[in-house]
């Protein structure tokens, strides 16, 4: 063989290894820096396997508003656009009125007594805020339904959340999405940005303690409340040691509001005269303040690891249980070891719903005794120590009772606030019958 052949002949061979390390890299692949090698049985995929892309050109918004929605990042992020259009199979919804009927009674003169149902998946916000019966007045309850809202407050300011609810609906394009966590920078180092004004103003800086991953789904799984000014979406604390339910509780009670009293309330009900609060759903509270916050954040129990066929490595959008998805469930064994998780947490979700029954059949009870109490002697002096310890206990109750998680992300919060919910209920109906 000829000098020149040999000489040829390795220098394509050279060429081909080459182009194998590059592609491998992702530098053929446009760029997409995030891809690895498939690993084969190299054992659980981790985040140190994520290779996120450093510098990506942000495509042109298709949206009204310069938000830059899903379908615009389809091309640089498939396996990620595709996974977040699998929340659509989270589409079955609970009536918990239907449920658990005590509801409907302590809930009285509220919203939440005409329509209260399970949460779905991300891909029916829009939908499930539109339908719901629940009185909107306001274009306020959109805040954590779509980020067309976060991007109209953050461009208008607070006097968004004052504009009438169909005015602003008309304007929304989009469920939760991208911007959501990410902003319009989705393709940088896998970034995330807290797109919610609020979050930041009552956090400041105490928000670099919460893990991103944490805080962005914090954005919105949160105990929250509207100032009564601004009608503004607040978090009622400024750091995770001011997020506890007896923390809350006493920010709201000091609270001054505009006509000159003390103590926020969200609506006064018409049969007991007790000043109400309603918990939305502290699910961020409750897990900072459990024993995973210590070593997990929310995607890596929500957001599978996953890796497509081409090696890329990714976390799945498509949010869902750790009991429903093998891939997380196998993350569990590190610290349980061969406990069957699934048969562990649905026993503990057992035991909380039962104690959640028997605490808010007896909180409905109180409810009736008051509201007899109050029609009978409207004036008696003693209805005001009631209607507090009322209004302490249904607080403590609705805090467990309204966290998604039934007791899984901290069990043992949730057995303290049924216990200090029951307390308050015995020590109110003994004040009652004296």
């Known amino acids: 063989m000829g000098k020149h052949n040999v000489v040829w002949k390795l220098l394509v061979s050279l060429a081909v290894i080459a182009a194998a390390v590059l592609l491998l890299s992702g530098v053929l692949n446009g760029g997409q820096m995030y891809h690895l090698q498939n690993r084969g049985k190299l054992g659980p995929l981790t985040r140190e396997d994520i290779k996120y892309l450093d510098i990506v050109e942000t495509p042109m918004p298709t949206s009204k508003d310069g938000t830059v929605n899903a379908s615009d990042w389809k091309t640089v992020y498939p396996e990620i656009v595709a996974t977040m259009g699998d929340n659509d199979k989270n589409s079955y919804v609970v009536s918990y009125l ?7 009674n302590i809930y009285e003169g509220y919203g939440f007594a005409k329509d209260y149902g399970s ?24 805040t954590c339904k779509t980020p067309n809202f976060a991007k109209l407050v953050n461009d208008m300011g607070v006097g968004a959340y004052k504009l009438p609810f169909d005015e602003a609906m008309a304007k929304m394009e989009e469920n939760i999405s991208c911007y959501t966590c990410h902003g319009n920078d989705a393709g940088n180092g896998g970034k995330i940005t807290i797109t919610h004004s609020y979050v930041t103003k009552a956090l400041g800086k105490n928000a670099d ?19 009564p000014a601004d009608k503004e979406t607040m978090m009622p604390y400024s750091g995770k040691e001011t997020m506890t339910p007896e923390a809350i509780l006493a920010y709201y009670d000091a609270m001054e509001m505009p006509d000159g009293t003390v103590g926020f309330y969200d609506w006064v009900q018409p049969g007991t005269g007790t000043k109400m609060l309603k918990a939305q759903h502290p699910e961020m509270e409750t897990f900072l303040h459990g024993k995973h916050a210590g070593v997990l954040n929310c995607a890596d129990c929500h957001m599978a690891m996953e890796m497509s066929e081409k090696g890329t490595v990714y976390h799945s959008h498509e949010l869902v249980s750790p009991l429903g998805n093998e891939t997380l469930l196998e993350s569990c064994a590190a610290c349980h070891g061969d406990t069957d998780m699934v048969d562990f947490v649905h026993k503990l979700q057992e035991r909380v719903t039962a104690r959640e029954t028997e605490v808010g059949n007896k909180l409905s009870a109180l409810k009736d005794a008051l509201t007899a109490a109050a029609a009978a002697d409207p004036g008696a002096e003693k209805l005001d120590g009631v209607r507090k310890l009322h209004r302490e206990a249904q607080w403590f109750f609705d805090f467990c009772y309204v966290e998604n998680a039934e007791g899984a992300h901290n069990s043992e919060l949730a057995f303290r606030c049924l216990d200090t919910a029951e307390a308050k209920i015995d020590e109110a109906m003994q004040l009652l019958n004296a």
């Open 98 to 104: 239907e449920q658990d009927p005590y509801l409907v």
């Open 119 to 142: 949460a779905r998946g991300h891909n029916y916000t829009l939908e499930d805020v539109a339908k719901t019966e629940r009185p909107h007045p306001m274009a306020n309850c959109l």
């Open 209 to 227: 303690a919460i893990a991103p991953a944490t805080l962005s789904c914090g954005q919105c799984h949160i105990e929250y409340y509207f100032t």
